[in-house]
């Protein structure tokens, strides 16, 4: 399988409801089952074609190192619910969540993979909201599609 080269941040923008059968599967094998959820992938082909598929639902961009450490610190969570915490970073065989975080940027570890860990961030609703209509293209002024680095933006808006 391959491997792509750079991190990025996808996050639901839009609703469950009206939602056609082969887009919602494919939202859910990327484990974005609900609105204002995020996950990490990398860019291989395989999920880039998958972020086409379901581009009118989703925005996705280049995630930055400080913005994965927030959102492991803040809104991860292993399995009962509890935060993620520097002692299972070192588990892992890391020596804190910063470690962790570069390692998931560098494409070292999937985050997906990581065991006992939730594939998915629950986030809040960006506070100001979204910054214009979440049924346009990020391109044409709206909020779904690819942001490149402006997901960074809207992540922190949203921890």
């Given at each position: 399988?391959?491997?792509?080269?750079?991190?990025?941040?996808?996050?639901?923008?839009?609703?469950?409801?009206?939602?056609?059968?082969?887009?919602?599967?494919?939202?859910?094998?990327?484990?974005?089952?609900?609105?204002?959820?995020?996950?990490?992938?990398?860019?291989?082909?395989?999920?880039?074609?998958?972020?086409q598929?379901?581009?009118?639902?989703?925005?996705?961009g280049?995630?930055?190192?400080?913005?994965?450490?927030?959102?492991?610190?803040?809104?991860?969570?292993?399995?009962?619910?509890?935060?993620?915490?520097?002692?299972?970073?070192?588990?892992?065989?890391?020596?804190s969540?910063?470690?962790?975080?570069?390692?998931?940027?560098?494409?070292?570890?999937?985050?997906?993979?990581l065991?006992?860990?939730?594939?998915?961030?629950r986030?809040?609703?960006?506070?100001?909201?979204?910054?214009?209509?979440?049924?346009?293209?990020?391109?044409?002024?709206?909020?779904?599609?690819?942001?490149?680095?402006?997901?960074?933006?809207?992540?922190?808006?949203?921890?």
């Amino acid at each position: 399988m391959e491997k792509g080269d750079k991190c990025l941040a996808v996050v639901r923008v839009r609703g469950t409801v009206n939602v056609r059968k082969d887009i919602e599967d494919t939202l859910r094998m990327l484990n974005l089952t609900r609105n204002c959820h995020a996950t990490l992938i990398d860019n291989r082909p395989s999920y880039l074609g998958m972020l086409q598929k379901v581009q009118n639902q989703v925005t996705w961009g280049e995630v930055s190192k400080d913005v994965i450490a927030m959102l492991l610190k803040k809104r991860g969570r292993l399995i009962g619910n509890r935060r993620m915490s520097d002692e299972y970073a070192q588990k892992l065989g890391f020596q804190s969540l910063d470690d962790l975080a570069d390692a998931i940027y560098s494409l070292k570890v999937e985050f997906k993979n990581l065991p006992g860990v939730k594939p998915v961030f629950r986030l809040k609703p960006p506070s100001g909201g979204y910054k214009g209509s979440i049924k346009k293209s990020w391109a044409s002024g709206g909020v779904t599609g690819y942001r490149g680095e402006a997901i960074n933006d809207l992540l922190k808006r949203m921890i």
